[in-house]
T-cell receptor, first 113, second 118 residues
Framework: AQKVTQAQTEISVVEKEDVTLDCVYE???????LFWYKQPPSGELVFLIR????DEQNEISGRYSWNFQKSTSSFNFTITASQVVDSAVYFC??????????WGAGTKLIIKP | SAVISQKPSRDICQRGTSLTIQCQVD?????MFWYRQQPGQSLTLIAT?????????ESGFVIDKFPISRPNLTFSTLTVSNMSPEDSSIYLC???????????????FGQGTRLTVV
């Protein structure tokens, strides 16, 4: 079965702290893509990253970094030196061989000033 | 990339009525999807909109309730029929489009339609 689990329903940290959002996936496909999206209170979905199953290199983009571990089927997302503007719901998603996105339940991140 | 214009952005509707949501893309795309996001929940795929043929619906969604049209590769509509308060959700249009010079594709989303049924 294809499944994405984001076990953390809500995380609250104080500004400037580092925070890691967990994502664990299940798939039978050998080729697949993993995504992270941000949904701020305004509601639009903002694409953050796509990672294909053959590329296990970690990625860093400014304060954002992603750790892809096929051995544990995880694709975790870390924000360093968090800011209030990072407050949003973050979704992890898996794209299967039919090009459909399977979504995690989302993690609501609250950054307090 | 693809720019998606979805409208209306929000609406308040009476129960028993129907609302049609439009999704216009600035380029031709092969894959087009409609999602529902109920309050505080994740996204649920309603259907894949197929150009020139009937949409492919996911389990729990039927054509009579959510008729979909896709007359060409840049446009689709989703109708929420005979609405009830349980249909209050955000409805999102999404497309898959090629990015960069390689074979990668990416999912792009419209701004969403926030529907409230009273």
């Amino acid at each position: 079965a294809q499944k994405v689990t984001q076990a953390q329903t809500e995380i609250s940290v104080v500004e400037k702290e580092d925070v890691t959002l967990d994502c664990v996936y299940e798939t039978r496909d050998t080729t697949y893509y993993l995504f992270w999206y941000k949904q701020p209170p305004s509601g639009e979905l903002v694409f953050l990253i796509r990672r294909n199953s053959f590329d296990e290199q970690n990625e860093i983009s400014g304060r954002y970094s992603w750790n892809f571990q096929k051995s544990t089927s995880s694709f975790n997302f870390t924000i360093t030196a968090s800011q209030v503007v990072d407050s949003a719901v973050y979704f992890c998603a898996l794209r299967d061989s039919n090009y459909q996105l399977i979504w995690g339940a989302g993690t609501k991140l609250i950054i307090k000033p | 990339s693809a720019v998606i214009s979805q409208k209306p952005s929000r609406d308040i509707c009476q129960r028993g009525t129907s609302l049609t949501i439009q999704c216009q893309v600035d380029s031709q795309v092969t894959m087009m999807f409609w999602y529902r996001q109920q309050p505080g929940q994740s996204l649920t795929l309603i259907a894949t909109a197929n150009q020139g043929s009937e949409a492919t619906y996911e389990s729990g969604f039927v054509i009579d309730k959510f008729p979909i049209s896709r007359p060409n590769l840049t446009f689709s509509t989703l109708t929420v029929s005979n609405m009830s308060p349980e249909d209050s959700s955000i409805y999102l249009c999404s497309v898959e489009n090629r990015v960069g010079s390689g074979g990668n594709t990416e999912a792009f989303f419209g701004q969403g339609t926030r529907l409230t049924v009273v």
